[in-house]
Protein backbone atom coordinates (compact mmCIF):
# COMPACT_ATOMS: atom_id res chain seq x y z
CA UNK A 1 0.00 0.00 0.00
CA UNK A 2 1.84 3.25 -1.31
CA UNK A 3 1.70 6.32 1.02
CA UNK A 4 -0.68 8.59 -0.62
CA UNK A 5 -3.59 5.31 -0.30
CA UNK A 6 -2.31 5.46 3.35
CA UNK A 7 -3.69 9.32 3.63
CA UNK A 8 -6.81 8.87 1.40
CA UNK A 9 -7.94 6.37 4.06
CA UNK A 10 -7.00 8.34 6.78
CA UNK A 11 -8.46 11.51 5.63
CA UNK A 12 -11.59 9.77 4.71
CA UNK A 13 -11.73 8.08 8.06
CA UNK A 14 -11.02 11.61 9.68
CA UNK A 15 -13.63 13.28 7.83
CA UNK A 16 -16.21 10.47 8.36
CA UNK A 17 -15.61 10.34 12.49
CA UNK A 18 -15.93 14.51 12.45
CA UNK A 19 -19.16 14.54 10.97
CA UNK A 20 -20.41 11.85 13.36
CA UNK A 21 -19.16 13.37 15.97
CA UNK A 22 -20.85 16.78 14.68
CA UNK A 23 -23.95 15.12 14.65
CA UNK A 24 -23.93 12.68 17.66
CA UNK A 25 -22.33 14.33 20.20
CA UNK A 26 -23.91 17.98 20.06
CA UNK A 27 -25.37 19.10 23.15
CA UNK A 28 -28.47 20.79 23.06
CA UNK A 29 -29.33 23.69 24.81
CA UNK A 30 -32.08 21.67 27.04
CA UNK A 31 -30.39 18.92 28.25
CA UNK A 32 -27.04 21.05 28.94
CA UNK A 33 -25.76 24.47 29.68
CA UNK A 34 -24.31 25.47 26.33
CA UNK A 35 -20.69 27.64 26.50
CA UNK A 36 -19.77 27.57 23.27
CA UNK A 37 -18.34 31.63 22.40
CA UNK A 38 -17.68 30.35 18.55
CA UNK A 39 -14.75 28.11 19.62
CA UNK A 40 -16.00 25.61 17.28
CA UNK A 41 -16.64 28.12 13.94
CA UNK A 42 -12.98 29.18 15.03
CA UNK A 43 -11.78 25.87 15.18
CA UNK A 44 -13.04 24.64 11.83
CA UNK A 45 -11.85 27.87 9.98
CA UNK A 46 -8.18 27.55 11.32
CA UNK A 47 -8.51 23.95 9.65
CA UNK A 48 -9.93 25.13 6.77
CA UNK A 49 -6.52 27.84 6.42
CA UNK A 50 -4.32 25.03 7.52
CA UNK A 51 -6.31 22.80 4.82
CA UNK A 52 -5.48 25.37 1.88
CA UNK A 53 -1.97 26.20 3.07
CA UNK A 54 -0.80 22.65 2.79
CA UNK A 55 -2.43 22.17 -0.68
CA UNK A 56 -0.80 25.47 -1.67
CA UNK A 57 2.93 24.04 0.00
CA UNK A 58 2.15 20.65 -1.92
CA UNK A 59 2.51 22.62 -4.98
CA UNK A 60 5.70 23.91 -4.43
CA UNK A 61 8.76 22.51 -6.39
CA UNK A 62 10.43 19.59 -4.21
CA UNK A 63 14.08 21.11 -4.44
CA UNK A 64 12.34 24.52 -2.14
CA UNK A 65 11.86 21.90 0.67
CA UNK A 66 14.33 21.00 3.38
CA UNK A 67 13.83 17.76 3.30
CA UNK A 68 12.22 15.10 0.22
CA UNK A 69 8.36 15.00 -0.37
CA UNK A 70 8.59 11.48 0.63
CA UNK A 71 9.65 12.34 4.37
CA UNK A 72 7.15 15.80 4.59
CA UNK A 73 4.56 13.41 3.97
CA UNK A 74 5.30 10.99 6.45
CA UNK A 75 6.01 13.56 8.57
CA UNK A 76 2.54 14.77 8.22
CA UNK A 77 0.82 11.30 8.46
CA UNK A 78 2.20 10.69 11.84
CA UNK A 79 1.24 14.57 12.72
CA UNK A 80 -2.06 13.93 11.76
CA UNK A 81 -2.35 10.79 13.58
CA UNK A 82 -1.18 11.88 17.21
CA UNK A 83 -3.49 14.44 16.63
CA UNK A 84 -6.16 11.71 16.32
CA UNK A 85 -5.43 9.69 18.71
CA UNK A 86 -5.05 12.39 21.30
CA UNK A 87 -8.48 13.34 20.08
CA UNK A 88 -10.21 9.99 20.58
CA UNK A 89 -8.68 9.28 23.58
CA UNK A 90 -10.16 12.60 24.94
CA UNK A 91 -13.16 11.39 23.47
CA UNK A 92 -13.71 8.06 25.32
CA UNK A 93 -11.98 9.55 28.51
CA UNK A 94 -15.47 12.11 28.59
CA UNK A 95 -17.31 9.59 27.30
CA UNK A 96 -21.04 10.64 27.94
CA UNK A 97 -19.93 14.00 28.63
CA UNK A 98 -18.24 14.86 25.52
CA UNK A 99 -19.85 17.12 23.53
CA UNK A 100 -18.74 18.87 19.97
CA UNK A 101 -19.87 21.99 21.43
CA UNK A 102 -18.77 23.61 24.76
CA UNK A 103 -21.14 22.22 27.05
CA UNK A 104 -21.53 21.29 30.92
CA UNK A 105 -23.81 18.28 32.15
CA UNK A 106 -25.77 17.88 34.86
CA UNK A 107 -23.17 15.79 37.34
CA UNK A 108 -20.14 16.64 35.23
CA UNK A 109 -16.95 18.09 36.49
CA UNK A 110 -13.32 19.00 35.15
CA UNK A 111 -11.43 15.93 34.88
CA UNK A 112 -7.69 15.65 35.96
CA UNK A 113 -6.85 12.40 34.80
CA UNK A 114 -5.88 10.98 31.38
CA UNK A 115 -4.94 13.60 29.21
CA UNK A 116 -6.85 15.64 31.15
CA UNK A 117 -3.90 15.57 33.78
CA UNK A 118 -1.53 18.04 30.88
CA UNK A 119 -3.89 20.20 28.93
CA UNK A 120 -7.41 21.56 29.49
CA UNK A 121 -8.70 20.61 26.21
CA UNK A 122 -7.16 17.91 24.47
CA UNK A 123 -10.13 17.12 21.96
CA UNK A 124 -9.35 20.63 20.88
CA UNK A 125 -5.86 20.14 20.59
CA UNK A 126 -5.98 16.96 18.83
CA UNK A 127 -8.73 18.11 16.25
Keep these: MTLATIWRIVIWLWVVSEIAIGIGTRAKKSSASVRDRGSLILLWVVIGIATFTAGAVREIQGETLPITSHRAKGVGLAILAVG ?37 HPSCTGL
Design 84 to 120: LALRWTAILTLGRYFTSNVAIQEGQSVLRTGVYRFMR
